[in-house]
């Protein structure tokens, strides 16, 4: 009887650690992929506001340069396909369609003396720089905190729990566009020739 209870508390404290592992490893999946989730909302946050900050931005270009729709309507349509993303990969996408047409915009800028010159451009672009420097630092928080999960649902024995938690890698990183290593060309059409008198 002494042999069969010493086995049974034994297999009673082996159960007890498996569980308490399980519980601890599983809880700390949670916490990392809150993590994700609150750096994502930060990143979110960030684009949302650089989003209602477009539309004056355009409006005070347009007041100088009206005949650069092409350009306005490509915001437009960048900022309407971000604010209707629902994934994070979506998202993501979107945010780089409207980084390349936020870049033509604000190179139209150059041809436009008065305007740069214009406070309230130079106030809104104060605060778009501002916000782009806010995204930055958010996607960074972001896809550490995405690496830092990927990498702990990875490692043997997690792996394990993760795979009978329903946790899996989420691969929506935030990357460099491709081509985003080169500024936009913009081409201004040549002035026309005075009519001849």
Do not use: C
């Not at 355009?58 to 396909?81: C, I, L, M, P, S």
């Not at 928080?141 to 938690?165: E, K, Q, T």
């Not at 081509?179 to 059409?189: L, S």
Request: charged share 20%; proline share 5%.
């Amino acid at each position: 009887m002494k042999k069969s209870m010493i086995w049974l508390i034994a297999l009673a404290a082996v159960a007890v650690i498996a569980i308490g592992t399980y519980v601890s490893l599983r809880n700390s999946m949670v916490q990392k992929n809150e993590a994700v989730k609150e750096s994502w909302s930060e990143v979110d946050v960030q684009m949302q506001r650089r989003a209602d900050l477009i539309p004056n931005l355009v409006a005070t270009v347009k007041g100088y340069a009206q005949h650069e729709q092409t350009v306005f309507d490509n915001v437009a349509n960048a900022r309407a396909a971000l604010l209707n993303a629902r994934s994070p990969s979506d998202r993501i996408a979107a945010n780089g369609q409207l980084d390349g047409a936020l870049g033509r915009l604000l190179a139209i800028v150059e041809n436009y003396p008065q305007l740069k010159a214009d406070q309230n451009f130079l106030s809104l672009q104060d605060e778009l720089a501002g916000t782009e420097n806010r995204i930055a630092v958010a996607r960074r928080r972001y896809n550490l905190a995405l690496r830092d999960y990927n990498a702990y649902i990875g490692l043997f024995p997690n792996n394990l729990v993760a795979g009978w938690s329903g946790f899996q890698r989420n691969n929506a990183y935030f990357e460099a566009a491709p081509g985003a290593e080169q500024a936009p060309k913009v081409n201004f059409p040549a002035p026309a020739a005075p009519a001849p008198k």
